[in-house]
């Protein structure tokens, strides 16, 4: 597997990953009828954020997005968005993209990572994050409408850098 920067190339196998995991509606709180130009917007930034893919030869096994969470007086703190292929999943690629997310955020000098809503019944990840040392801080009750599982919390993780 290689983790490097995407290109305007990878667009269109990060499209159909982006659109099934917003649709499946369990663990980002983004519009279903999102259309592809807004998922564009969305995932493929530019500096000072940056995007990444995932990839074994010829296919996208994830893909992350990365910066600050905040603008100006927050712009020390950094955060990230990450997307497994269905077919990929629990094969080690959210680790791997999570290991280069940390180290993209120590190079670029972050104090820390905020994860501003993670869904309390994504086991997976949130096991993933705390497994790399992140805490919860907090959590919104009933912030999320999960299609399974009815009004469930939304976690503020944050993992210090410094």
């Known amino acids: 597997m290689e983790i490097r920067p995407a290109d305007a190339e990878d667009w269109p196998r990060i499209w159909p990953v982006l659109r099934e ?10 519009d279903p ?5 807004q998922g564009r917007a969305l995932w ?10 995932a990839v074994s030869e010829r296919a996208l096994l ?16 950094g955060t ?19 290991t280069y997310v940390l180290d993209w955020h120590r190079r670029h000098l972050f ?11 994504n086991t997976a990840a949130v096991a993933l ?8 801080v907090g959590t919104v009750p009933e912030a999320f409408r999960h299609p399974l ?12 850098l410094t």
């Open 21 to 30: 995991t917003v649709q499946a509606g369990e663990t980002y709180a983004l």
């Open 33 to 37: 009828a999102m259309s592809a130009e």
């Open 44 to 53: 493929m930034t530019e500096a000072p954020r940056a995007t990444v893919v």
């Open 62 to 77: 994830g893909t992350a997005t990365m910066g600050p969470n905040r603008p100006g007086p927050g712009a020390h703190v």
């Open 80 to 98: 990230a968005s990450f997307l497994v292929s269905a077919d990929a999943r629990g094969h080690g690629v959210g680790r791997a993209l999570a």
């Open 111 to 121: 104090r820390g990572i905020q994860f501003n809503a993670v869904v309390e019944t």
């Open 129 to 136: 994050w705390t497994s790399l040392g992140f805490t919860v």
């Open 149 to 160: 599982h009815g009004y469930v919390g939304l976690h503020v993780m944050y993992l210090p």
